[in-house]
Antibody, heavy 122, light 107 residues
Framework: EVQLVESGGGLVQPGGSLRLSCAASGFIFSSHWMHWVRQAPGKGLVWVSRINRDGTTTTYADSVKGRFAISRDNAKNALYLQMNSLRVEDTAVYYC???????????????WGQGTLVTVSS | DIQMTQSPSTLSASVGDRVTITCRASQSISSWLVWYQQKPGKAPKVLINKASILESGVPSRFSGSESGTEFTLTISSLQPDDFATYYCQQYSSYPLTFGGGTKVEIK
């Protein structure tokens, strides 16, 4: 069974840092681009970041550029999101998600993890 | 960035009703559009990809169509399990963007 399990969320003060992890299983992790998507409480979905198969190419939404860093460890089947200089508006459930097809340029997210809640508050 | 405008934001309907949700892209995205269903506290689930391709295991009462930059998700006969929030998402270009969501409520 293809599965993604996030961890690392919690309560952090504004300006603080947090590192999210996503454990992947049931598929060849190193074959897929991976993503982080977030959802503020009661709000819609927002794409945050992506990383290519070997970790050499990353892309970010403007709202997190320069503050967040995505990375992966293919030996451990793990995806990470290092979040620095956190703001109140970063409060959200953070989902890791996989590109559906390993070889397609145009791709959607499938599957998604269950999400981990990050709360930025003083 | 490509803006995805989804309507309505909330929809009240009864079991058995035909339901239509619309998503309009701010520019051409070809057919690179996916529809997700999300239930409270759960991750989104893919219903339809490439505008009209039904995912394996998704009931045939769900269908998708397109006309230019306007995309439609139709539920032919609403079932109790369908009360949820639906999102469209374009995957034509980065940043990937979502519609604002449509919450389908019980009338």
């Amino acid at each position: 069974e293809v599965q993604l399990v996030e961890s690392g969320g919690g309560l952090v003060q504004p300006g603080g840092s947090l590192r999210l992890s996503c454990a992947a299983s049931g598929f060849i992790f190193s074959s897929h681009w991976m993503h982080w998507v977030r959802q503020a409480p009661g709000k819609g979905l927002v794409w945050v970041s992506r990383i290519n198969r070997d970790g050499t190419t990353t892309t970010y939404a403007d709202s997190v550029k320069g503050r967040f860093a995505i990375s992966r460890d293919n030996a451990k089947n793990a995806l990470y999101l290092q979040m620095n200089s956190l703001r109140v508006e970063d409060t959200a459930v953070y989902y890791c998600a996989r590109d559906r097809h390993p070889t397609s340029v145009n791709n959607w997210f499938d599957p998604w993890g269950q999400g981990t809640l990050v709360t930025v508050s003083s | 960035d490509i803006q995805m405008t989804q309507s309505p934001s909330t929809l009240s309907a009864s079991v058995g009703d035909r339901v239509t949700i619309t998503c309009r892209a701010s520019q051409s995205i070809s057919s690179w559009l996916v529809w997700y269903q999300q239930k409270p506290g759960k991750a989104p689930k893919v219903l339809i990809n490439k505008a009209s391709i039904l995912e394996s295991g998704v009931p045939s009462r769900f269908s998708g169509s397109e006309s230019g930059t306007e995309f439609t998700l139709t539920i032919s006969s609403l079932q109790p399990d369908d009360f949820a929030t639906y999102y469209c998402q374009q995957y034509s270009s980065y940043p990937l963007t979502f519609g604002g969501g449509t919450k389908v409520e019980i009338k």
